[in-house]
C-alpha cells in the first residue's frame, strides 16, 4: 500500500517530535518527498498535531512561541532523519541491499538535510522544535532465546507464538539499547548527520554535549544576541545538580571558543561569546549567593581542584579563567552588569574571581588575555589595569 504524507507525519514525525516509536518504512525517495510536499496541504490534521506538539517544546524556551506551521523543508529534515535511521538498521546491511541502493539511500538524505542554513527566529524555533528530540533516539532491540534456536528483533516487537509457553519452551529475553552515537556515529551516516543537525542551531546550543568538538560558534553566535533565547541555552547549560555535570556543557562552551580563536571571527562574534561565558560564570557565583562559607565556593573546590587537574574537561580552565583575562582587555566585558546590586551576589563574584585565579594561576590567565587580545580593538588603559 502507497504510503502518504498523512502516514508519514502520524507515524514519524509526529512521534520524532512528541516521543514515542517511531515507523521506519523504506527510504524515502526523492519522487515520494516531492508527493508528500505536494499533498501537505491536504493533511492539515495529522500536521496540526505536530505542529502543536513543536509549539509544546518552544514554550519552554520563550514565553510567546511564533505560529509554527510546518513547511516543505521541514519535511525534507524529517524524511533525511528518516532515511538515515533506515541505513543505521542491521536489515540495512543484508544481502537484498546492495551497496548502490545503500549510496543511492545515503545521497538522497544528504539531499534531503541540505536545507538552506537559517537565522530567522521562527525558523530557528520551528527547526529545533522538529528536531529536539535527536540526540535522543534510540532503538530496542530484543533477543529471544528459546530451546531450539534464537531471533533477534531489532526496534521491533516479536511476535506473540515467540515468547508464549515461557517455562515449557525455556523462553528468555534480553533488551539492549543503540544510542544515538551507535546509530548515527557510523563512517557512512556521521556527515550527513553532521550536516542535518548544522540546520538547527538552536538545537546545538542547547545541546553541547553531544555536540563536543563539533560545536562550532561562528555559525550559532546570532542565537547570543536573541537575549530570550541566549537565556533558555544559559539556563539549560548548567541545570545539572551535581559539580562536575553543572559544568560539563560550559567547558565545552569555552572549548569551542578557544577553537574560535585560532581562527580569524568577527570581533563582535567574539565579544558575545564572551560576555556569554562571562554571564554564565556569573550564574553560577550567583548560585552560591548563600553558600555557608563566604571564604571558598564548594563549586570550585571539587572541579578545580589539584588533583584533578588531569581530569579536567577540555575547556573548563579557560572557562574560568576567561573574566580575569577579558578584564585586562576590555574590563566592559569582565562581568555582567548588574552584579553590585545585591551585596551577597556581589560578594560571592569577587570571591569567585579571586579562588579561580588562585587555582588556575596567573599563565593561564595572562596567555588567555594575550589571545583576546588579538581579536579585541578597544584595549584597557593602562591606570584602568593597574587598579585591577
Known sequence: MKRTVADFLDGFVLPLVAGGEMNVGKPISEPEIRMFCRDLPHASVEADKV???????????????????????ELHLAAAVHNLLYLSHPDAESWAVTKGMERRVLD??????????TVGRRKVLARHGLLHNVFDISRTDLTI??????????GQEP?????????????TQENTTASFSQLFGTELVAPVMHTLVRRTPLTILLNPLQMGAALGWEETVFLLRDAELARAVAYRAIEADNPSAVVAAPAVFASA????????PLEPDVRAVAAFLVHLNALLA???????D????????VVLAPDRAASRPRGLTGFFALPAAVARVDRRLAEPPGLDSDRRVAARWQQHRAQVEQDVGEAVIETLAGRLARHLTVPVASGERAAQ
Do not use: H
Request: proline fraction near 6%; glycine fraction near 2%; avoid cysteine.
Open 159 to 171: 511476535p506473540k507464538r515467540l515468547i508464549a509457553w515461557r517455562s515449557l519452551r525455556r523462553v
Open 257 to 264: 571558543f578557544e577553537q574560535m580563536l585560532e581562527r580569524n
Open 294 to 301: 563566604p571564604r571558598r565556593s564548594a563549586l570550585l573546590n
Open 108 to 117: 538522497t538524505a544528504s539531499a534531503f538535510a541540505k536545507r538552506a542554513l
Open 51 to 73: 505542529d502543536d506538539a513543536r509549539a509544546n517544546v518552544v514554550a519552554e524556551l520563550v514565553v510567546r512561541p511564533p505560529p509554527l506551521i510546518l513547511d516543505e523543508d
Open 286 to 292: 550567583v548560585g552560591e549567593a548563600d553558600a555557608r
Open 145 to 154: 532465546k528459546w530451546w531450539t534456536g534464537r531471533a533477534t528483533f531489532y
